[in-house]
């Protein structure tokens, strides 16, 4: 299991990430979401050894993680890393070598990874003469290439077209049930939602909302959908009733201090009702609300 305890990172008087604590067990895909600034890139960074930390520990397997362990973790910075000079197949190879594979091993492991992402035909291309698209296969391939125990991938579905998303998808999927605990951060709500065991909110440095989509969404408020045959901006005005969204006919409501018959009677009182019904938040309702 990938832990981070307490782990806190200062630029000059800033504090960008203050005691960020969370885990990625083994076998899950964790999402990690947030807005710009809120601290993924320089936690994932930590992670990996590249930046130092003012405070806290990273630990692999209950102990604090080594250089020997980082070795062995797939990574897939922000930055993208690879030569944009050099054929793909190459450093692919090259990158596998580095990790300790023999030299067979890894071309046969290169050659596999650039076919699955329907590269094979150009495996001998440079990297600058590539799609921006076919340069992130290239990345995340590059962070499987040594068959990582753990992965920390730092948006790896941005630039991808849908069909490259869902190989990506089935890729980190098939890491998962091998046990690997797999950390990735993206601006795709509704991709993480999908996809991951867990999810873990950050906003300005901290963790504001940890656990799993259902845990996430049960302990989130309960909500109505009130929907009527007239306009429902009326209930703007009622006692007890909190607007969260309303849309001509139709509103969701949090209901503080009254009953849904109540709300019922309310509605009727005013004209025809043709729905109301008990809703849960969603994942990127929680993300807003969070990060608000």
């Known amino acids: 299991m990938l832990e981070v305890a307490r782990l806190l990172r200062r630029f000059g008087d800033k504090v960008a990430v203050d005691e960020v604590s969370f885990s990625v067990p083994q076998g899950t895909l964790t ?54 000079k050099q054929p793909i197949f ?14 067979a091993a890894a071309a046969s492991r290169a050659d596999g990874l650039l076919e699955r992402f329907d590269l094979g035909a150009r495996r001998k291309d440079k990297l600058e003469s590539l799609s921006l698209g076919n340069q ?52 795709q709500l509704d991709l993480v939602e999908r996809l991951c065991d867990r ?10 909302a940890e656990g799993s989509a259902a845990e996430l969404t049960e302990a989130g408020p309960t909500r109505h959908r009130l929907v009527l045959g007239s306009d429902a901006a009326w209930l703007r005005d009622v006692t007890g009733v909190t607007v969260v969204e309303i849309d001509g006919g139709t509103a969701i409501v949090e209901l503080t201090d009254m009953t849904t018959d109540t709300l019922l009677g309310e509605a009727l009182a005013r004209g025809s009702v043709r729905e109301l019904t008990e809703v849960r938040a969603s994942v990127s309702d929680i993300y807003r609300e969070a990060v608000a």
């Open 136 to 187: 992130q296969r290239v990345q995340i391939a590059a962070a499987v290439i040594a068959e990582p125990v753990a992965l920390v991938l730092d948006e790896p579905f941005s630039g991808l077209d849908p069909v490259a998303v869902d190989s990506m998808a089935a890729l980190l999927q098939e890491y998962a049930a091998q046990g690997v605990p797999i950390l990735f951060s993206s601006h």
């Open 199 to 208: 999810l873990v909110i950050v906003a300005d440095g901290r963790v504001v």
């Open 31 to 84: 999402g990690f979401v947030g807005g710009n600034g809120a601290g993924k890139t320089t936690t994932m960074r930590m992670i990996m050894g590249v930046l130092g930390a003012h405070g806290g520990e990273v630990r692999w397997d209950g102990r604090g993680v080594t250089a020997a362990d980082r070795r062995r973790f797939g990574y897939m910075p922000e930055e993208r890393g690879l030569y944009p």
């Open 90 to 103: 190459d450093q692919l190879v090259y990158l596998a070598r580095l990790r300790g594979m023999r030299a």
